[in-house]
């Protein structure tokens, strides 16, 4: 029967084995869990297994202890880097103040769960759009970025391959583990370093080759996402046929091996001076044609008669030129002639209604000083100064008598009465 202990105070202080004794009665209250992870770490001490459970998408890692008895029943191929399920429970060590957990089961987790989980991540993904940019790279890269293993054969072969295409070719290389708990990590860095660096026209992410489990950085989300974030174009060269991690499906290309990825990103130096001369031969070709061709054409115009003997075309015109300058003439002189009898026409009819003509007939305009006419007798009283206008000059003339009443209507001019006045 356990004694309830009054709760602690600075005054009456717990002692430190009655507290770690508390620790480790609660923890017990826990039980057995089943969880998932990834061995980070496994050594073998006395029959004995230490190592450490990382999870799979978080950075979280517990301490775990296999003993003898229980090891012996587990798979034998157990090792650091697999993905497995483990059957724990919680243990608190009081001696030494440390945590634990007592491992009784552990397995492989099972394929089909693995596929089952990157089939739903597939479909998120691919939902998001991350599977549909497929950017083109460029014709021939100033400066290739490489991720990879450190003094790996995927890098000897990228390097060599490039360098036999295209010589000049320059690269930058930034390792990174590629399987292991530090893979997703440094891969992710590693791509965005070079991301960053404005010479790297084209990035190629190589490995050669793996089993499964050992790919499956390449099916991590975080490294997914960070690839299809990057700017630069992406190749994936991981070199595994039968398992496709999804980098291939996010990467602007999918290169089956790293040779074939240097091959597809780096031209082939032989093969486009080949091209250049064909295209120079085609260019050639296409000029000598042409040129033939114009050639023959203004061979063509030049034997044309029009052309062959010029003179002949001005002779059989000169004629016809000479008949319409002739027609014009007579048609310029006839057009004169009736336009001078049209002016000797009017010239007589101006003449006849010009009051000079009258004038002429002895007539004579009497003008008062103020130039207006005189047009009834009565507006010339007698001492009225007048100006006579006749054919040829003027003359002043003053009236000497007032003028005679104006005859009624009666006694128009020619009745015999007025003839007298005139003189």
Same mark, same amino acid.
């Given at each position: ?6 709760? #602690? ?17 609660? =923890?017990? @209250? ?18 004995? %297994? ?5 999870? %799979? ?56 769960? *693995? ?22 790279? #460029?014709? *021939?890269?100033?400066? =290739? ?13 990228? *390097? ?60 991590? +989300? ?18 595994? +046929? ?59 115009? @030049?034997?044309?008669? %029009? ?6 075309? =001005? ?15 007579? *048609? =310029? ?21 010009? #009051? ?68």
């Amino acid at each position: 029967m356990s004694i309830e202990l009054p709760p #602690p105070t600075a005054d009456a202080p717990w002692g430190v084995a009655v507290f770690a004794g508390k620790i480790r009665g609660w =923890i017990e @209250r826990l039980g057995t869990a089943w969880v998932e992870g990834e061995i980070a770490q496994w050594g073998a001490s006395g029959g004995n %297994v230490y190592g450490k459970l990382k999870d %799979v998408d978080e950075d979280a890692t517990i301490s775990f202890t296999i003993w003898s008895t229980v090891k012996s029943r587990l798979p034998a191929d157990l090792k650091q880097g697999d993905r497995v399920v483990a059957l724990v429970k919680p243990n608190y060590w009081v001696k030494g103040g440390t945590l634990s957990m007592q491992v009784f089961e552990m397995k492989h987790v099972g394929l089909g769960d *693995l596929l089952e989980r990157l089939e739903r991540l597939r479909q998120k993904l691919s939902a998001e759009g991350l599977f549909d940019r497929r950017r083109p790279l #460029p014709f *021939l890269p100033g400066c =290739i970025g490489l991720v990879t293993g450190k003094d790996s054969d995927a890098e000897k072969d990228v *390097l060599r391959n490039a360098q036999l295409r295209w010589p000049a070719v320059r690269f930058r290389v930034v390792h990174a583990a590629v399987q292991g708990d530090r893979a997703v990590g440094e891969v992710i860095s590693a791509m965005r370093t070079l991301d960053a660096d404005p010479d790297v026209d084209v990035i190629i992410v190589a490995r050669g080759g793996g089993d499964f489990q050992n790919l499956l950085v390449f099916s991590d +989300e975080s490294l997914l996402r960070a690839a299809a974030s990057l700017s630069t174009p992406l190749v994936s060269a991981i070199g595994h +046929e039968a398992d496709r991690p999804m980098l291939d499906d996010v990467a602007d290309l999918r290169a089956s091996t790293p040779t074939d990825a240097a091959k597809r990103v780096v031209p082939d130096v032989s093969d486009e001076l080949s091209r250049v001369q064909q295209a120079r031969s085609g260019m050639r070709l296409r000029v000598t044609q042409r040129i033939s061709t114009e050639v023959d054409r203004l061979e063509a115009l @030049r034997s044309r008669p %029009v052309l062959a003997n010029p003179v002949s075309m =001005i002779d059989s015109r000169s004629e016809e030129l000479t008949r319409h300058v002739a027609r014009s003439h007579e *048609l =310029i002189e006839r057009r004169l002639e009736r336009a001078h009898t049209g002016v000797a026409e009017l010239t007589g009819q101006l003449r006849a209604l010009s #009051p000079q003509r009258t004038l002429e007939r002895g007539y004579a305009i009497a003008q008062l000083p103020d130039g207006a006419a005189v047009r009834n007798a009565a507006d010339a009283p007698a001492g009225t100064r007048l100006v006579l206008t006749v054919a040829v000059g003027k003359l002043a003339a003053t009236v000497a008598e007032s003028p005679a009443p104006a005859p009624s209507r009666a006694q128009q001019p020619g009745d015999g009465a007025g003839d007298s006045g005139h003189g």
